[in-house]
């Protein structure tokens, strides 16, 4: 199977809206899906400016999915939908 | 505070600099609401879109720097952004409640539940001093008047059947001064209030507002008046990037030039040094710093006996501005603060204009499209110390001081991480038996626990900010020796 990539938008945008505490993914990933998933930091996503969505930030994405007002929960919910 | 409410608070603050940096603030202004919950939208938290929209309208109000407390619903949205723009003077109530959160939270109460066994030694009865509790068909029942809300039966019996209901604001207040009354609203008594900002982060309604001054800053900026921003020393760690590539962006922003507030605290540390060898030397036991706007508030309202000890020496908020005031008599200062305690402060500090809270500042980027990490990074014409930028964390501003001196091991720390109940209580004790525990001779106080890291408007996480602030002072020179 594939493996799933997670970017967390570490943009302004994201990160002022709330994105801070999406940097706990870097621990929780590799430890609850060790190497089936891949995590890792973005710069702005550029979802924040397509028709002023900034008020949807923080965003996440995860292979093409985009997570809105990403939280670890929202995340982790669809990473394992991914992997079911 | 929830992560909704702190969401939705920012959205707004975006919402009306948007509104100000469009060609129609008025109609702007007006149409927040709306757009936030357009028609047809489902209703995310309450009853209906239009009760929705009267909430996000409060807190609009409150973003435009006024009390929403003293709206009495008849004035539109418009009306206020033509006011704010009028407006010549700000607010030393730096605080508003919206209301109408409220009405979801119950009062501070002792209650007995149904786990009550009408046992036959009845411990609650006999640990009440006050003759609260009485017993009603078989039951423990409290008499709210009468109640003090002392817990004694809440510890007394054995089935854990009475709680306490809190109101969280309350119970985050360190000195009382925030009460939900009789009607059920919250209210603050300006004359017991430090500014901690402790019940803005924890009404899980996000209730409690900072009134903004973000229109008068923005009135300034496009007045084209120099604007000068002065960054506090926690500001690093609170964006993506460097701080150097936060210069940049503040300067995209608007502003004409930023200072960073850590040039003052090596004034700070280094008079403060000067300061406890003299006293010292004069045989005082301790002397406690004085830099925190929040336990300066709590010494003038409820602690004045401890005034002897505090030391003399100003702000780095203080030396920056007069520096900046020096050089440039006509420029605008800004404030870029962690907390809402130093607008108190540089309300009553006429070297300072302005205040603008970091997540104001995020809101400003949002707004302006502004992507920290891809700029180009922005020296400060001085830069500061390693303990200087150390200033924000707890533990950070002794250390400052010790490392100011030739012989550091002069000065035996006592540290204050946060103010609360119990903190204020030993720092009594300390002001009325004339000297601290442990032998120690120096005391630092922040009001926040963490320091101004965990500062009420801050927005990134303690940890992840620490880190990034590490990396700052790795790269930095160590304080002059006095
Ligand atoms: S900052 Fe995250 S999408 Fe732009």
């Not at chain 1, 060790?34 to 973005?42: A, W």
């Not at chain 2, 009267?54 to 109000?61: L, V």
């Not at chain 2, 700029?375 to 533990?395: D, H, M, P, W």
Request: proline share 3%; charged share 25%; net charge neutral.
């Amino acid at each position: 199977m594939a493996k799933v990539t997670v970017k967390v938008c570490l943009g302004t945008t994201c990160f002022v809206m709330g994105g801070n505490n999406l940097q706990e993914l870097n621990d929780i990933i590799p430890e609850k899906y060790g190497d089936k998933v891949e995590v890792m930091g973005s710069n702005c996503l550029g979802l924040c400016s397509i028709n002023w969505e900034y008020s949807k930030a923080p965003y996440v994405k995860v292979d093409e999915e985009v997570v809105t007002e990403a939280t670890v929960e929202k995340v982790l919910e669809v990473i394992d939908k991914k992997l079911a | 505070m929830a992560g909704q409410a702190i969401h939705l608070k920012k959205e707004i603050l975006v919402r009306i600099i948007k509104a100000f940096l469009s060609d129609d603030f008025e109609e702007q202004t007006r149409l927040i609401p709306y757009s936030m919950r357009p028609k047809g939208m489902e209703v995310p938290y309450r009853c209906c879109i239009y009760k929705e929209r009267a909430i996000i309208k409060d807190r609009t109000i409150a973003g435009l720097g006024f009390p929403i407390e003293e709206d009495d619903e008849t004035v539109s949205l418009a009306t206020y952004a033509k006011k704010a723009m009028e407006r010549k003077e700000i607010s030393d109530k730096n605080l508003t409640v919206l209301q109408a959160a409220c009405k979801g939270c119950a009062t501070n109460r002792i209650y007995v539940t149904d786990l009550c066994q009408g046992c036959v030694a009845r411990p609650c009865t006999t640990a009440c001093k006050f003759g609260a509790i009485s017993i009603v068909n078989g039951r423990s029942v409290i008499d709210d008047s009468k109640c003090k809300k002392c817990k004694m039966c809440v510890n007394a019996c054995p089935y854990n059947a009475i709680v306490k209901i809190s109101v969280p604001c309350e119970d985050s207040c360190p000195v009382g001064a925030i009460k939900k009354d009789e009607t059920g609203f919250a209210s603050i008594d300006y004359d017991k209030c430090i500014n901690c900002g402790r019940c803005t982060v924890a009404c899980p309604f996000g209730a409690v507002h900072e009134r903004s001054q973000i229109v008068d800053i923005l009135k300034a900026i496009k007045s084209k008046k120099k604007v000068i921003a002065m960054i506090a020393p926690s500001i690093a760690g609170q964006f993506p990037g460097t701080i150097y590539q936060l210069k940049t962006a503040i300067l995209q922003a608007g502003f004409d030039d930023v200072y960073e507030v850590a040039q003052g605290a090596d004034i700070t540390a280094n008079t403060e040094a000067k300061e406890f060898v003299e006293r010292m030397e004069k045989g005082k036991n301790f002397m406690t710093t004085s830099c925190c706007a929040g336990y300066n508030q709590l010494i003038k309202k409820h602690l004045t006996e401890i005034k002897p000890y505090v030391s003399d020496t100003k702000t780095p908020l203080y030396y920056t501005a007069e520096l900046v005031k020096k050089e440039l008599p006509n420029a605008v200062t800004v404030f870029v603060s962690p907390c809402v305690a130093k607008r108190a402060e540089s309300f009553e500090n006429k070297n300072v204009d302005f205040v603008m809270n970091y997540e104001e500042l995020g809101a400003l980027f949002v707004a302006k499209k502004i992507q920290i990490t891809e700029l180009e990074e922005t020296k400060y014409t001085v830069e500061s110390s390693k303990q200087a930028r150390n200033f924000g964390v707890t533990g950070g501003v002794v250390e400052s001081v010790k490392a100011s001196l030739r012989d550091e091991e002069a000065i035996r720390p006592f540290v204050i991480n946060g103010l609360n109940k119990d903190s204020i209580r030993q720092l009594k004790k300390f002001a009325t038996s004339g000297c601290c525990d442990d032998g120690c001779n120096m005391v630092e106080v922040m009001c926040c626990e963490g320091g101004c890291i965990g500062g009420n408007a801050t927005i990134n996480n303690q940890k992840t900010a620490k880190k990034q602030l590490e990396t700052l002072l790795n790269d930095s020179k160590d304080i002059d020796k006095i």
